[in-house]
């Protein structure tokens, strides 16, 4: 039976990278499916993964009818088996609705990706509209770490060096860690994975060690 299955955790537990993944193979089992992601860090219309892996998708902004897109498909005479939805996070409940309709009545596969919680440890409503209409809820194994080598549960959003919790529930930014390969100026916005307990007390990587090793003093100390 077809199914609307939601693939979820953190930032970098690998959810892009299985969204291709199960493209490809769906792909070579004969398949035909579309893929849709929303604000992705490599740009619009793109599924990108850390480890390099890029396909094009289609972008899903506020006025897409994913019901009128995909009978609009089959009726001109494509064929579609599956969707790939990455980034479902930023999808509409509406659109949500959408989805599982797709799988209900036009009897389609829908693997949806997404995390499930803001910077501000609030749901997104497009992933809570999934909780409550998936078939089956699956939480990725590859479970990203906290700088003190917990699992990391939580996702922090850094502006100017520092730690947030205020702002648009939707601002696009890499990791840290990825930011800091990519090499470049800073951008504005980044994010780090936390466990819960440094996320409430808002101690990231770079806070952890600026009090472990404070600034020398700037004079030297008398003998």
């Not at 793109?46 to 390099?52: D, E, K, N």
């Not at 959408?98 to 829908?110: H, K, N, S």
């Not at 860690?177 to 800073?186: D, R, S």
Request: net charge negative; glycine share 8%; proline share 5%.
């Amino acid at each position: 039976m077809p199914e609307l299955i939601f693939f979820t955790g953190p930032m970098d537990c690998g959810k892009s990278t299985l969204a291709l993944q199960m493209d490809h193979t769906h792909t070579l089992g004969g398949r035909r499916g579309a893929l849709f992601t929303s604000h992705d860090r490599a740009g619009a219309a793109t599924i990108s993964s850390r480890l390099g892996l890029e396909q094009p998708a289609t972008e899903v902004t506020g006025d897409l009818d994913f019901w009128t897109w995909v009978v609009g498909r089959l009726t001109s005479g494509h064929r579609v088996d599956y969707l790939v939805c990455d980034e479902a996070q930023f999808y509409s409940p509406a659109q949500v609705d959408q989805l599982a309709r797709v799988v209900d009545d036009l009897q389609l596969d829908v693997f949806a990706f997404g995390i499930l919680s803001d910077f501000q440890t609030r749901l997104f409503p497009g992933s809570a509209r999934l909780v409550e209409l998936c078939d089956r809820m699956e939480t990725l194994q590859v479970r990203p770490l906290c700088w003190c080598g917990e699992e990391a549960t939580h996702n922090a959003r850094i502006s100017g060096g520092r730690m947030v919790t205020e702002g648009s529930q939707v601002a696009v930014g890499d990791t840290r860690v990825e930011q800091e390969a990519a090499g470049g100026p800073a951008p504005e916005v980044t994010y780090e994975v936390l466990c819960r307990r440094h996320h409430r007390r808002r101690m990231t990587a770079a806070t952890a060690l600026a009090a472990r090793h404070p600034d020398p003093l700037p004079f030297e100390e008398e003998r």
